[in-house]
Protein backbone atom coordinates (compact mmCIF):
# COMPACT_ATOMS: atom_id res chain seq x y z
CA UNK A 1 0.00 0.00 0.00
CA UNK A 2 1.25 3.55 -1.33
CA UNK A 3 1.47 5.88 1.77
CA UNK A 4 3.33 7.61 4.59
CA UNK A 5 4.09 6.18 7.26
CA UNK A 6 4.92 7.67 11.21
CA UNK A 7 6.45 6.01 13.94
CA UNK A 8 5.59 5.54 16.95
CA UNK A 9 2.12 6.75 17.31
CA UNK A 10 3.18 8.06 20.89
CA UNK A 11 5.71 9.11 22.50
CA UNK A 12 6.85 9.64 25.74
CA UNK A 13 10.19 11.53 26.52
CA UNK A 14 12.13 13.46 29.62
CA UNK A 15 11.90 16.93 29.57
CA UNK A 16 16.11 17.57 28.51
CA UNK A 17 16.21 14.77 25.80
CA UNK A 18 16.34 15.24 22.18
CA UNK A 19 13.99 12.96 20.24
CA UNK A 20 13.36 11.88 16.33
CA UNK A 21 10.03 11.53 14.85
CA UNK A 22 10.26 8.85 11.89
CA UNK A 23 8.05 10.25 8.32
CA UNK A 24 8.37 7.81 5.53
CA UNK A 25 6.67 7.87 2.40
CA UNK A 26 6.39 5.56 -0.81
CA UNK A 27 4.70 7.62 -2.96
CA UNK A 28 7.56 9.14 -4.51
CA UNK A 29 6.64 12.20 -3.65
CA UNK A 30 9.31 14.62 -3.98
CA UNK A 31 8.21 17.74 -1.28
CA UNK A 32 7.44 16.95 2.07
CA UNK A 33 6.61 18.96 5.49
CA UNK A 34 6.62 18.47 8.86
CA UNK A 35 3.51 20.50 10.63
CA UNK A 36 2.99 20.71 14.39
CA UNK A 37 -0.88 20.82 15.89
CA UNK A 38 -1.88 21.75 19.66
CA UNK A 39 -5.81 21.22 21.00
CA UNK A 40 -7.84 24.01 19.70
CA UNK A 41 -5.04 24.92 17.10
CA UNK A 42 -4.76 24.89 13.38
CA UNK A 43 -1.05 23.07 12.00
CA UNK A 44 2.12 24.94 12.34
CA UNK A 45 4.66 24.42 9.33
CA UNK A 46 7.91 23.68 10.92
CA UNK A 47 9.99 22.55 8.43
CA UNK A 48 9.72 21.48 4.63
CA UNK A 49 11.30 20.03 1.80
CA UNK A 50 11.39 20.34 -1.63
CA UNK A 51 14.09 17.95 -2.73
CA UNK A 52 16.78 15.81 -1.33
CA UNK A 53 19.35 17.40 1.11
CA UNK A 54 17.63 20.27 0.56
CA UNK A 55 15.19 22.31 3.23
CA UNK A 56 14.08 25.47 4.72
CA UNK A 57 12.45 26.85 8.17
CA UNK A 58 8.71 27.17 8.49
CA UNK A 59 6.84 29.48 10.87
CA UNK A 60 8.07 27.93 14.20
CA UNK A 61 11.58 26.16 12.91
CA UNK A 62 13.17 26.63 16.79
CA UNK A 63 14.09 23.89 19.15
CA UNK A 64 13.78 21.81 15.83
CA UNK A 65 15.72 20.40 13.06
CA UNK A 66 15.14 17.92 9.81
CA UNK A 67 17.41 15.96 7.50
CA UNK A 68 16.62 14.89 4.31
CA UNK A 69 19.06 12.31 2.90
CA UNK A 70 16.82 10.20 1.27
CA UNK A 71 13.48 10.91 -1.06
CA UNK A 72 11.28 8.88 1.38
CA UNK A 73 12.37 9.70 4.94
CA UNK A 74 12.41 13.08 6.33
CA UNK A 75 13.13 12.94 10.05
CA UNK A 76 12.12 15.30 12.23
CA UNK A 77 14.57 15.88 15.91
CA UNK A 78 13.49 18.03 18.49
CA UNK A 79 15.72 18.90 20.84
CA UNK A 80 15.81 19.76 24.14
CA UNK A 81 15.76 23.71 22.89
CA UNK A 82 12.19 23.31 22.06
CA UNK A 83 9.97 25.22 24.95
CA UNK A 84 6.80 23.41 24.62
CA UNK A 85 7.23 19.95 22.85
CA UNK A 86 4.33 18.15 23.79
CA UNK A 87 1.84 18.35 20.63
CA UNK A 88 0.70 16.01 18.03
CA UNK A 89 3.35 16.00 15.08
CA UNK A 90 2.15 15.25 11.21
CA UNK A 91 4.25 14.48 8.57
CA UNK A 92 3.09 15.34 5.10
CA UNK A 93 4.28 14.88 1.43
CA UNK A 94 2.99 16.20 -2.13
CA UNK A 95 4.12 15.10 -5.67
CA UNK A 96 6.39 17.72 -7.38
CA UNK A 97 3.24 18.14 -10.22
CA UNK A 98 1.05 18.41 -7.80
CA UNK A 99 -0.87 20.52 -5.28
CA UNK A 100 -2.44 17.41 -3.23
CA UNK A 101 -0.61 17.34 0.19
CA UNK A 102 -1.40 14.03 1.73
CA UNK A 103 -0.46 12.97 5.75
CA UNK A 104 0.42 10.64 7.72
CA UNK A 105 -1.47 9.35 10.90
CA UNK A 106 0.74 11.49 13.16
CA UNK A 107 2.52 11.32 16.17
CA UNK A 108 1.78 12.38 19.52
CA UNK A 109 4.67 13.33 21.59
CA UNK A 110 4.33 13.67 25.13
CA UNK A 111 7.47 15.61 27.54
CA UNK A 112 7.48 15.27 30.85
CA UNK B 1 0.59 37.84 6.57
CA UNK B 2 -1.62 34.99 5.60
CA UNK B 3 -4.77 33.96 7.98
CA UNK B 4 -6.95 31.51 7.84
CA UNK B 5 -10.51 32.29 9.87
CA UNK B 6 -12.99 29.15 11.00
CA UNK B 7 -15.87 29.17 13.18
CA UNK B 8 -14.89 26.92 16.19
CA UNK B 9 -18.09 24.59 16.10
CA UNK B 10 -21.17 23.28 14.35
CA UNK B 11 -23.69 21.09 15.44
CA UNK B 12 -26.36 19.29 13.04
CA UNK B 13 -29.05 16.57 13.06
CA UNK B 14 -28.39 14.09 11.10
CA UNK B 15 -29.76 14.03 7.52
CA UNK B 16 -29.64 18.06 7.68
CA UNK B 17 -26.89 19.74 5.35
CA UNK B 18 -24.21 20.88 6.93
CA UNK B 19 -22.70 24.16 5.80
CA UNK B 20 -18.77 24.83 7.26
CA UNK B 21 -17.51 29.07 6.47
CA UNK B 22 -13.77 29.98 5.89
CA UNK B 23 -12.41 32.71 5.10
CA UNK B 24 -8.59 33.62 4.04
CA UNK B 25 -6.48 36.97 3.14
CA UNK B 26 -3.99 35.41 0.86
CA UNK B 27 -5.60 36.31 -2.66
CA UNK B 28 -2.38 34.79 -4.09
CA UNK B 29 -3.74 31.71 -3.24
CA UNK B 30 -3.91 29.41 -6.29
CA UNK B 31 -5.38 26.70 -4.47
CA UNK B 32 -7.62 25.80 -1.37
CA UNK B 33 -8.39 23.01 0.41
CA UNK B 34 -10.97 21.04 3.03
CA UNK B 35 -9.19 18.27 5.51
CA UNK B 36 -11.13 16.66 7.85
CA UNK B 37 -9.52 14.96 10.88
CA UNK B 38 -10.96 12.58 13.17
CA UNK B 39 -9.70 12.12 16.79
CA UNK B 40 -6.28 10.96 17.04
CA UNK B 41 -5.67 10.80 13.29
CA UNK B 42 -4.24 12.43 10.43
CA UNK B 43 -5.66 15.17 8.06
CA UNK B 44 -7.55 13.40 5.09
CA UNK B 45 -7.40 15.22 2.15
CA UNK B 46 -11.44 15.64 1.12
CA UNK B 47 -11.08 18.02 -1.70
CA UNK B 48 -9.63 21.47 -3.16
CA UNK B 49 -10.58 24.17 -5.91
CA UNK B 50 -8.46 26.20 -7.83
CA UNK B 51 -9.12 30.25 -7.56
CA UNK B 52 -10.36 30.30 -10.60
CA UNK B 53 -13.68 28.49 -9.62
CA UNK B 54 -16.46 29.34 -8.38
CA UNK B 55 -17.96 25.89 -6.97
CA UNK B 56 -16.85 22.50 -7.57
CA UNK B 57 -18.91 19.50 -6.30
CA UNK B 58 -17.80 15.61 -5.27
CA UNK B 59 -20.52 13.19 -4.04
CA UNK B 60 -22.21 14.67 -0.97
CA UNK B 61 -19.60 17.56 -0.58
CA UNK B 62 -19.95 20.94 -2.56
CA UNK B 63 -17.28 23.72 -2.40
CA UNK B 64 -18.13 27.23 -3.30
CA UNK B 65 -15.65 30.11 -3.62
CA UNK B 66 -16.17 33.65 -3.65
CA UNK B 67 -13.05 35.45 -4.42
CA UNK B 68 -13.67 38.88 -4.21
CA UNK B 69 -14.68 38.00 -0.63
CA UNK B 70 -12.02 35.75 -0.19
CA UNK B 71 -14.65 33.20 0.97
CA UNK B 72 -15.10 29.46 1.13
CA UNK B 73 -17.25 27.06 2.28
CA UNK B 74 -18.15 23.18 2.08
CA UNK B 75 -21.56 21.81 1.82
CA UNK B 76 -21.89 18.22 3.23
CA UNK B 77 -25.28 16.98 1.95
CA UNK B 78 -27.07 14.38 3.97
CA UNK B 79 -24.80 14.66 6.76
CA UNK B 80 -24.37 11.57 8.47
CA UNK B 81 -22.87 10.63 12.29
CA UNK B 82 -19.43 9.55 10.65
CA UNK B 83 -19.26 13.25 9.33
CA UNK B 84 -18.32 13.97 12.99
CA UNK B 85 -15.02 15.09 12.78
CA UNK B 86 -13.20 18.71 12.92
CA UNK B 87 -12.76 20.25 9.45
CA UNK B 88 -9.72 22.32 8.29
CA UNK B 89 -9.74 25.01 6.03
CA UNK B 90 -6.14 25.75 4.27
CA UNK B 91 -4.78 27.87 1.39
CA UNK B 92 -1.60 27.68 -0.21
CA UNK B 93 0.23 31.16 -0.20
CA UNK B 94 2.61 32.44 -2.33
CA UNK B 95 0.65 31.03 -5.60
CA UNK B 96 1.45 27.74 -4.50
CA UNK B 97 5.35 27.85 -5.48
CA UNK B 98 6.49 26.86 -1.79
CA UNK B 99 3.65 23.95 -1.28
CA UNK B 100 3.16 24.11 2.28
CA UNK B 101 -0.72 25.44 3.63
CA UNK B 102 -1.82 27.77 6.12
CA UNK B 103 -4.22 26.31 8.09
CA UNK B 104 -7.44 27.59 10.04
CA UNK B 105 -7.69 26.28 13.30
CA UNK B 106 -10.50 24.28 12.19
CA UNK B 107 -14.77 23.96 13.02
CA UNK B 108 -15.77 20.81 15.22
CA UNK B 109 -18.59 19.56 13.26
CA UNK B 110 -21.07 17.44 15.87
CA UNK B 111 -24.17 15.26 14.43
CA UNK B 112 -26.43 14.52 16.35
CA UNK B 113 -28.95 11.33 15.51
Known amino acids: DGGITQSPKYLFRKEGQNVTLSCEQNLNHDAMYWYRQDPGQGLRLIYYSQIVNDFQKGDIAEGYSVSREKKESFPLTVTSAQKNPTAFYLCASTAGSSYEQYFGPGTRLTVT | GEDVEQSLFLSVREGDSSVINCTYTDSSSTYLYWYKQEPGAGLQLLTYIFSNMDMKQDQRLTVLLNKKDKHLSLRIADTQTGDSAIYFC?????????????FGKGTKLSVKP
Open chain 2, 90 to 102: AESPYGGSQGNLI
